[in-house]
């Protein structure tokens, strides 16, 4: 299984470009993730799906997108960048949203915004 | 949320146990207590999680307070393939993990 397949790993964006960040799972999970982490600080949650069709805002939402059309895959959309997205993100599942459950994560997007 | 807090940083010299400690003083009686780490340029990954008894896996040991407000993660012989941050977490809204900035735990050879 190759889990959770996050691509690009690197990209670099002009203010106002839009991107898609790609979130693949194989592990037919339920939930899944976005999360952000800023230099030298914990991950933020941007938003979360607990299944197909189903997304919902985390505690950074403003200026990102999600879509669940299938259940293994969680695209994460920038409408227009800016440098305050410049970020690492991560996409994470788990089997479900059950609060004992784990979570796997994929190895991140560096996202530069000049 | 149940918000937890953690020393910034510590120290091991390899091949010794250490103790990673976590505060969640408000955490409820049905959040979780969870330990994640992550190393140099990669994802957080799963170490272990428990609820209300001490938990033991391949990983590591954890060793949960009996009123549920502190936690400590055991790693019983510290390697350098362990230097990376550690965060506690203390769950209240399912998998929608709150992030703390972690333990930042260095292995000394």
């Not at chain 2, 990954?45 to 936690?71: C, P, Q, W």
Request: aromatic content about 10%; glycine content about 8%.
């Amino acid at each position: 299984n190759a889990g959770v397949t996050q691509t690009p790993k690197f990209q670099v964006l002009k203010t106002g470009q839009s991107m898609t960040l790609q979130c693949a799972q194989d592990m037919n999970h339920e939930y899944m993730s976005w999360y952000r982490q800023d230099p030298g600080m914990g991950l933020r949650l941007i938003h979360y799906s607990v299944g197909a069709g189903i997304t919902d805002q985390g505690e950074v939402p403003n200026g990102y997108n999600v879509s669940r059309s299938t259940t293994e895959d969680f695209p994460l959309r920038l409408l227009s960048a800016a440098p305050s997205q410049t970020s690492v993100y991560f996409c994470a599942s788990s089997y479900s949203p059950n609060p004992s459950e784990k979570l796997f994560f994929g190895s991140g997007t560096q996202l530069s915004v000049l | 949320d149940a918000k937890t807090t953690q020393p910034n940083s510590m120290e091991s010299n390899e091949e010794e146990p250490v103790h990673l400690p976590c505060n969640h003083s408000t955490i409820s009686g049905t959040d979780y207590i969870h330990w994640y780490r992550q190393l140099p340029s990669q994802g957080p990954e799963y170490v272990i999680h428990g609820l209300t008894s001490n938990v033991n896996n391949r990983m590591a040991s954890l060793a949960i307070a009996e009123d549920r407000k502190s936690s400590t993660l055991i790693l019983h012989r510290a390697t350098l393939r362990d230097a990376a941050v550690y965060y506690c977490i203390g769950d209240n809204y399912g998998q929608n993990f709150v992030f703390g900035p972690g333990t930042r735990l260095s292995v000394l050879p």
